[in-house]
């Protein structure tokens, strides 16, 4: 390859670099797209904070919804509620030997006013006070801690599955006894009830 040849190739490489590099135009269009990287990051930036904040205020409205009715049905609670509360933590103070006081018998339920059966069971609108009020009270401080969070938070899934286990529990260890059949058809009933009502209600807020 001859010199000049050489230099040819030189010139055209330096043509090249000077028009898409160097030039006016060139440095133009570097910065055009510059602008528009940052333009375009801005943009994204913004759309991802609008998300955010609606994210935000939905969250702030789902969790005010839930509030307010967590404080309509803890304000309406009926006295016969607060009755078998009083009687329930009058009856833990003067038991001596606390160790098999709480269980399937001394439950939240049960402190609550919750009773079955054809002799002493309140009646089936009662029962759907009392499990509608278990689901969002906050379970008294005289349970142990972890009985309490065995139960978990009002209004949340834990708790509504532990209401339903704790029914399911009670009925299926009474199954067999011919005394208790009405009882257990409460226990049941109860659940299946409590299972529709709340189910979706629940899943909303969680």
Same mark, same amino acid.
């Given at each position: ?74 304000? @309406? ?28 018998? /001394? ?19 009662? /029962? ?27 209004? &949340?899934?834990? /708790? ?7 029914? &399911? ?25 409590? @299972? ?6 629940? /899943?909303?807020?969680?």
């Amino acid at each position: 390859m001859s010199d000049n040849s050489i230099l040819l190739i030189i010139l055209i490489l330096c043509i090249l670099i000077w028009i898409n590099f160097l030039s006016p135009a060139a440095k133009a269009r570097k910065e055009e797209l510059l602008q528009k990287k940052a333009k375009d990051k801005e943009n994204r930036l913004r759309i991802e904070n609008q998300k955010k904040k609606k994210k935000a205020l939905e969250k702030k409205k789902k969790q005010d919804e839930l509030n307010e009715y967590l404080s309509s049905v803890r304000i @309406s609670k009926p006295g016969f509620i607060l009755k078998a509360q009083i009687e329930f933590e009058r009856e833990y103070k003067s038991t001596k030997n606390l160790s098999d006081f709480f269980g399937v018998d /001394r439950s939240p339920l049960s402190c609550f006013g919750y009773v079955v059966g054809k002799t002493k069971g309140r009646s089936a609108k009662d /029962r759907k006070i009392i499990l509608e009020y278990s689901l969002c009270a906050v379970i008294p401080n005289f349970f142990p801690k972890n009985y309490r969070n065995d139960w978990g938070d009002p209004f &949340t899934l834990k /708790r509504f599955n532990k209401i339903i286990s704790h029914l &399911t529990a009670l009925a299926d260890l009474r199954e067999n006894r011919k005394s208790l059949e009405v009882a257990v058809g409460h226990w049941r009933t109860d659940a299946e009830w409590f @299972s529709k009502s709340f189910h979706e209600k629940v /899943r909303k807020f969680t």
